[in-house]
């Protein structure tokens, strides 16, 4: 299929959740800063691009919203993170951040938040922990996937568009923070039922959102369209090298494949690749997998005739991901790249 056609029919899906805001902005410091956040920990009922209700909690910018995922954070090493997180929940939760690498202690936690207790954790950045993470619940095995999850982004001091000291420069950055949603376990939660066993995803989600297609509701939407989310999609003119923090928060692996230029690949994992390879097809592990890659926003070299400007699909090549509920093609996770 051509490539234009294909990013037409694709598209679409849910959310009525509030909406962080686009790409990460950062103007470097000679020195260091206290970033402080509060969030609240919500549930609610988000439309799901079939029309079906689903339970999520979230880690919200106000006490009756519902952000999924939450705000990002941007920093740099020497800052000190000052976050409070108010529980507006019946269960104790609680808010951790992540470690570099796989089996690293969490870098940060709140410890235990009862219901509608508050805690602030507060966290100096040390030099070399520069790299995407994931900040999430870990007080039960799925609260992540709940939706109590959010990307921070740890800048190598004084650096406006490395990834680590040293990295290849980029331009922009952003993250696609991905979930996988089985409503069945969701619900549970919300009954306070046992929480089951198996895991059946039903929806696929980027930065909470899926694409919908032409003729689907909300398609356009950028409050309710992967393809249309101004932190989702890549734009950008020829030489706007674009970082994207890929993070997954859920239970399944996928595979994220951009068309018009392959990625260059920095890490997995949190591990700094010993070379970059240019893929245009990359591994997102589930359970906390992540990866930094850069889109180069080259030219499409095979394009013809040979043309700058454009649009394209990235798409997730494991089938179902493109899915929601058990079926709805190109209603899952998914989103555009448009040479301006
Ligand atoms: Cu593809």
Known sequence: MERRSFIKLGGASLASAVLGSGLLSWVPRSEAATISKTFYITGGTITMPDGVGVYFKGFSNSATGLNVPAASIICQEGDTLSITVVNKLAVTHNFVIGGLKPGDPVLASTGDIASGATKTLTYTIPTGKAGSYLFYDNKTTYNVFLGLHGGLAIMPAGKSNQLYSGSPTFVKQQFWIFNDIDPALNSAVQ?????PTTFTPRYFTINGLTSL???????????????????????????????????????????VHAHANHFEWLTDRGTVRSSVWKKDTLYLRNKLGKIDAIFPFEAPPDAYPPTTHGHFPMHLHDEMSQTAGGGMYQFGSMTEIEFL
């Open 213 to 255: 297609p032409p003729g689907a509701a909300g398609h356009g939407d950028p409050t309710r369209d992967a393809l249309y989310d101004t932190r989702t999609r890549l734009a950008g003119f020829v030489g706007d090298r674009t970082l994207v923090r890929m993070l997954s928060a859920g239970m399944c692996s996928h595979a």
């Open 191 to 195: 009954s306070n039922a046992v929480v």
